[in-house]
């Protein structure tokens, strides 16, 4: 069934490109929507200047969707489109993770889903609708998913979108009945076990090999990459921002809180360029300044990274905001 589906993709995908291709620029447009970049500057926005929690909870889904994607890409193990077929082209960024399921399109289901209910507007709710339909659209027409993958993406996105509102207050009252150096190691813990649970996957699935075909086909995309399907980076990266927002979350909660939507236009925008500033110093300081091997120190460092990240964002970088007063903590 999935390699009926995989070549009515490529035959649909081959067809767009080659009826459809003045929609490129608009279809990665749509892709960028659910690209780490633009997450990681959407987020902070929220965070720090439209509703703190809200951003808050848009973070956590994030970073948890993306570790259930890393999990069932390495189980699944299905290729892309453009792995086995030449006729497609990979009109994105080269992709060495495999394709089931979509990332983008299980991303897009369950942050931009989570948000909806936070919107007033009814014509905003339908276009970010819309726009999750589309951010899973664009993989499929830029040549990096098929149907099945993108079909998944939406479904898995939308169970855990399901899931986390479910069990979002009952995890919100266990954690508020503890101490706060209690709950940073209890999400210290739920990071970890994520991560090793990711890392047996990988071990255990790395097991069976690569189709050559599959690799032939990628480097005749990219012939400067390589193809590393199971690395862990993109798993640590997940675990390791989840627990760095979390950790900052409580310890900014247990310093007074913070009120993200208050300020005048100016105070928002230096807090924007000065919050980004350090996201950029830390990820690229530290990215220089760290090894960036496959070895075990190399991959505790890089759990630190974005473990500062994540705690730079929804902490240290609003503290520092309250105390510049260019915000204030909740009254």
Aim: some cysteine; proline content about 4%; hydrophobic content about 55%.
């Amino acid at each position: 069934m999935l390699d009926l589906l995989l070549k009515i993709s490529i035959d649909i995908i081959t067809y767009l490109q080659a009826q459809l291709a003045f929609l490129t620029p608009v279809m990665r447009m749509f892709t960028f929507l659910g690209d780490e970049e633009f997450y990681l500057l959407i987020m902070p926005f929220l965070v720090w200047s439209v509703d703190y929690t809200i951003g808050m909870r848009l973070g956590i889904m994030l970073m948890l969707s993306g570790t259930m994607n890393s999990y069932l890409k390495v189980a699944i193990g299905q290729p892309r489109p453009y792995w086995i077929s030449t006729e497609i082209k990979n009109l994105a960024a080269p992709m060495d993770s495999f394709g089931l399921p979509s990332g983008h399109s299980q991303n897009a289901a369950s942050v931009f889903g989570l948000l909806v209910p936070s919107i007033r507007k009814k014509w905003l709710k339908i276009l970010l609708i819309i726009t999750i339909f589309m951010v899973a659209f664009s993989r499929l027409f830029l040549g990096v998913h098929s149907i099945t993958d993108i079909l998944l993406g939406l479904g898995i996105g939308g169970l855990l979108l399901l899931v986390f509102i479910c069990v979002e207050t009952w995890i919100g009252a266990f954690f508020s009945q503890r101490q706060p150096l209690t709950q940073v190691f209890l999400v210290l813990v739920v990071s970890l076990l994520l991560l090793a649970s990711g890392v047996l996957i990988t071990t255990f699935c790395k097991r069976t090999p690569i189709p050559d075909l599959w690799m032939e086909n990628f480097r005749f995309a990219h012939p400067l990459e390589e193809m590393e399907p199971y690395s862990v980076e993109g798993l640590i990266t997940t675990t390791a921002t989840l627990f760095g927002l979390a950790a900052g979350y409580i310890f900014l909660r247990s310093n007074g809180g913070y009120q993200a939507a208050q300020g005048k236009i100016w105070q928002h925008f230096i807090r924007f360029m000065v919050g980004v500033a350090g996201i950029l110093l830390i990820w690229s300081g530290l990215g220089d300044l760290f090894p960036s091997n496959a070895d075990l120190l190399s991959h505790v460092l890089r759990y630190v990274r974005y473990a500062l990240i994540g705690f730079w964002i929804t902490g240290f970088a609003p503290l520092i905001f309250i105390k510049t007063k260019l915000a204030q903590r909740n009254l």
